[in-house]
């Protein structure tokens, strides 16, 4: 198809009969930066027939569930986006396998809501779970504090499928914990970023929730002292979530003013008492704890913190010893994983070339480190020509350009936007 | 068995590489290179025409190169401990081992990493950062000997994955020597990944990307302490349904092993470790975590136990009783050497509320095929090792013995499980790939396999069937070590 036929008009034309005319739709809000169509197929045998269509035509196609990941990653968008929406079953939950799977297009909200009677979750916790659909999650890499102790969708991630190049219907894993028959396809498509094809279904492994969770914060007057005695507690005692807030960020979460490290902690009724009575011991008497409905909402607080005032996030990556030199260079508002090796940075530039040369500096620091930084917010104001990824060395660059041709030889998955303009 | 295919390794070659190498790192008489015939899947055997043993990537790069410019298949091999024929040379002439690169070149506690060489041996890393509180955590039984590089191409686990998770969960970066003899440093010390999860892709890819040189490890921080339990059951029913029920009441062990009555009666004729000879079926379990809870922790699994049918529960009193326990159960599988002339390991996964179904189906299977077979496995994650006793000087039960493994698999299938859990497909399962991935799957995985391989010379004829092919194996595996 010339380009010219790639308007709204015919591609709903091209796609009506495959998903019926009234599941196509035009694009709002977030979606507006991903797609000029929206295509809502029910199942992955309609999203296998959509993909054939696109590569036929080479129109490209953008996965969507919320629309969060590619609106923040796409320069423009794509000619449709495959909304999940239709496609949000969750399929199975075995409570005794500890295992669940679900469609695309549920959300975490939905799938912890299932596991709630039976005292389980999947502890991966990104910013509003009832926006975060389970493709998105694991082709967008989101995560939350408690992956210090649970890992993140490539650790949990047991199973998945997905449509890929010829409307291949592939999948990898399976519902058992523990599976080393053929290639990992779940760490291929993990962090994706719908580039290799369209997510159709997860499938994870879930834990206990904890009977008791506690938070402990303590301030500082300077960042150095929190890393160290964040270091120090996460050697003392298990623990489920460890941060680092700059002043800024701390006063944001409801804290006072000041750098403050934040650590959570749980489990059993005697596992709780027991750190409630040692933290201290290792932190000082002048620590604060908090429990029960307290530390839940404290935890949401910590999960879904956005800090609004700011033009840009980014998201560092070093180890976690590196981290704090990093950031030493940014100042102002961070909020950093102390335990994981990663932060996330929020810029209050207005100014695009200020931006750059912030991004600029920080990579060259991160890559000393054998790090990187991406920035995973942005205003369309400064979207611009910003690099959204660092870019690898040329090795693996090689070889990531070589896994998009073999998954994606009609250049139709979400295309333009990865690392190395993939 | 297949031959070593028509290399095209001439004089010319090996002195090209006897130049790279040296002299004392390269083997080519026939009587040296049988010791590399096989790994701990010894049925097959098939030794490389040349065996090579480089110090370093650099000296890989080079060699890969000649081979690459040459197109010689070639075989990496660790430690020669796999399980499945991972490093069996199946039209591969030249072997490549990576035994002497065994440093561990960097550990760092405050990020808790440690960066290796890919032929430093498993237990080696425990060993080295134990003193300051920290362990790598998968622990396969051949932990002793097995490699970081072998267990990365394996993607292994062993009994304290439980709760730690398996080899891929702890690689966070590295540097792998492609076929071409392009070095490759993937992922790294940071978490995040940038990009494709390359490093994620190679991991569990059984040798068939290139040879890993290099690997960054996550460190894991010692438990203050542990208690491990013996609980002791008249059949493995019972036994089963307890695993189910710890789990169930929200509680993840470090580890949860099953012997059954055959491998109780092993071990105790081997090493009188103290085994109740009469039992049919004992679980070790073993907590660990905060010493203040652990005591609770452990009434309460000794109370679900006894409520599932348990007839005693044993808590190991101190370090060396909790030794004891753990020393049965890794040389459960020495021990069965005693029973029988030989023996086939399966390793199968089924969901956790399956045990006692697929238990009762191993069970009709050996009584249908007339055969012996024992289960010691890692309970808490379903994955199962049913140990298949048989004679290869009797021919009819040879056979017997690789079709009750088959079918043994076929049912872990059908109960929606897995053909392996962490020995890998290799040469072994190869045929059984199809149970489990349709022909667009396999397409795709080696799709996959030739990012990193075009000519698929890493490896050849392992993990994925060729089309149309049908891999003949001639008969089970036996004495091996898991």
Redesign the interface.
């Known amino acids: 198809m010339p380009p010219a036929l790639h308007d709204p008009a015919n591609l709903a034309r091209a796609f009506a009969p495959i998903v019926g005319e009234a599941n196509l739709r035009p694009p709002s809000g977030a979606e507006l930066r991903c797609a000029k169509l929206m295509v809502a197929p029910s199942s992955a045998d309609e999203i296998a027939e959509v993909v054939r269509g696109c590569e036929s035509d080479r129109i490209t196609l953008a996965p969507i569930g919320a629309g969060r990941t590619l609106a923040e990653i796409r320069s423009a968008p794509a000619d449709i986006g495959i909304s999940l929406a239709r496609m949000n079953r969750i399929v199975a939950y ?6 669940i799977v679900a469609e695309a297009g549920a959300t975490l909200a939905e799938l912890d809501a299932a596991m709630a009677a039976h ?1 389980q979750w999947l502890p991966i916790d990104p910013p509003r779970p009832e926006l975060t659909a389970m493709g998105a999650m694991v082709a967008g ?1 989101r995560f939350g504090p408690s ?1 210090l102790s649970e ?2 969708a ?2 949990l991630l047991i199973g998945v499928r997905f449509a ?1 190049h010829g409307g ?5 894993g ?12 779940m ?2 498509m ?3 970023f719908g580039t ?1 094809g369209i997510i159709t279904e997860t499938t994870f492994r879930v ?3 904890a ?1 008791r969770r506690l938070v402990a914060t303590m301030r500082f007057s300077d960042a150095a002292s929190s890393f160290r005695a964040a ?1 120090t507690l ?2 003392a ?2 623990l489920t979530h460890l941060e680092v807030a700059s002043p800024p960020v701390a006063a944001a979460l409801g804290l006072a003013e000041e750098f403050t490290l934040i650590a959570g902690c749980g ?2 009724p ?2 709780a008492d ?2 409630r009575a040692r933290i201290p011991e290792i932190l000082g008497a002048n620590c604060a704890i908090a429990g029960g409905a307290e530390a839940d909402a404290f935890h949401h607080r910590l999960r879904d913190f956005d800090f609004a005032a700011s033009s840009a996030e980014l ?1 560092a ?6 981290l704090p030199a990093l950031l030493a260079e940014v100042g102002g508002a961070w909020l950093a994983f102390a335990g ?3 932060a996330r940075i929020f810029l209050n530039l207005r100014a695009a070339g200020g931006l750059d040369r912030m991004v600029g500096a920080l990579r060259t620091r991160a890559r000393d480190a ?3 930084v ?1 920035v995973s917010r942005i205003i369309p104001e400064l979207r611009g020509g910003i690099e959204i ?2 870019r ?2 040329a ?6 350009r ?2 998009k041709t ?2 994606d030889p009609s250049g139709v998955f979400n295309p333009g936007c ?3 303009g ?1 | 068995m297949a031959s070593s295919g028509n290399s095209a390794l001439d004089s010319a070659a090996v002195a090209e590489l006897r130049a790279i190498v040296g002299d004392d790192a390269i083997v080519s008489r026939p009587t040296e290179l049988k010791v590399y015939e096989c790994d701990g899947w010894t049925i097959e055997k098939s030794a490389p025409e040349l065996l090579l043993r480089p110090r370093s990537a650099a000296e890989i790069s080079a060699v890969l190169k000649v081979l690459h410019r040459r197109e010689i298949p070639f075989v990496p091999r660790g430690a020669g401990t796999g399980l499945s024929g991972g490093c069996l040379p199946v039209g591969a002439p030249v072997m490549i081992c990576t035994s002497r690169m065994n440093r561990i070149l960097a550990i ?1 506690y ?4 440690v960066e290796v060489e890919s032929g430093v041996v498993n237990l080696h890393v425990t060993n080295a950062v134990r003193e300051r ?1 920290f362990f790598y955590a998968p622990d396969p039984s051949s932990q002793m000997a097995c490699t970081i590089g072998g267990n990365i191409a ?2 292994s ?1 062993g009994p304290h ?1 439980l709760k730690y ?2 080899t ?2 702890h690689v966070l ?1 590295l540097e792998i020597v ?1 076929p071409d003899g ?5 992922g ?11 490093a ?2 190679i ?3 059984e040798g068939t990307a290139g040879i890993v040189t290099r690997a960054i490890l996550k460190l894991t ?1 010692e ?1 203050e302490e542990r208690r491990t339990l013996l609980a002791i059951f008249a059949g493995v029913g019972a036994a089963t349904r307890t695993v ?1 029920a710890i ?2 009441a ?3 062990p470090g580890a949860i092993e099953m012997m059954d009555r055959l491998i109780i009666e092993a071990v105790e004729d081997a090493f009188h470790a103290g085994l109740p000879r009469d039992a049919g079926a004992v679980l070790i379990i073993e907590l660990d ?2 010493a ?2 652990l005591d ?2 452990a009434a309460e699994v000794a109370e679900l136990a006894r409520a599932a049918g348990a007839r005693e529960v044993r808590l190991a009193r101190d370090e060396s009783e909790r030794a004891a326990l753990w020393k049965a159960r890794k040389r459960a599988f020495g021990a069965v050497g005693r029973l029988a002339p030989n023996y086939a390991t399966q390793d199968g ?5 399956r045990l006692p179904e697929i238990l009762r189906e191993i069970a009709a299977i050996a009584e249908r095929y007339s055969l012996k077979i024992g289960n010691v496995f ?1 309970a808490g ?3 199962i090792h049913p140990i298949v006793l048989y004679d290869e000087r009797d021919a009819d039960e040879t056979r017997r013995a690789i079709e009750a493994g088959r079918e043994i698999l076929r049912a872990c299938v059908a109960m ?10 290799g040469v072994e ?1 190869m045929a059984e ?1 199809p149970l ?3 022909p ?6 080696s ?6 391989d075009p000519e698929q010379r890493a490896n050849p004829n392992k ?2 069937p060729a089309p149309g092919s049908c891999v003949e194996v001639a008969a089970p595996r036996r004495q091996v070590v898991l």
Do not use: C, W
């Open positions: 075995e409570p005794d396998d500890m295992t005292g890499a992956r890992g993140t490539r650790d890929g291949r219907l592939v999948h990898g399976g519902r058992v914990v523990k599976n080393v028959a053929g290639y990992d396809l760490k291929v993990t962090g994706s290799l834990r206990p929730r009977a270091r996460h050697d005692v298990p489990g059993s005697v596992e027991y750190l998201l990556a070093t180890a976690p010893a590196e994981s090796g990663v054998r790090g990187h991406r990824f660092d690898p060395a090795p693996a660059m090689n070889l990531m070589r896994m073999a998954f990865f690392v190395g993939l | 760092d405050a990020s808790r990493r509180g394996e993607n686990g994955t998770g398996v891929t969960n970066g492609l392009e070095i490759a440093e993937l790294g010390p940071a978490e995040e990944r940038l990009g494709y999860d390359l994620g892709a991991v569990g890819a921080r438990p189910s789990i169930s929200g509680v993840i975590g905060i203040a809870a609770a922790q996964v089924v969901p956790r509320t890692h994650d379903g994955n929606g499980g897995s053909l392996t859990g962490e020995h890998g497909i399962k790939m489990i991935f349709s667009d799957d396999l397409i795709v995985m799709e996959l396999r030739r990012v990193f993990v994925i």
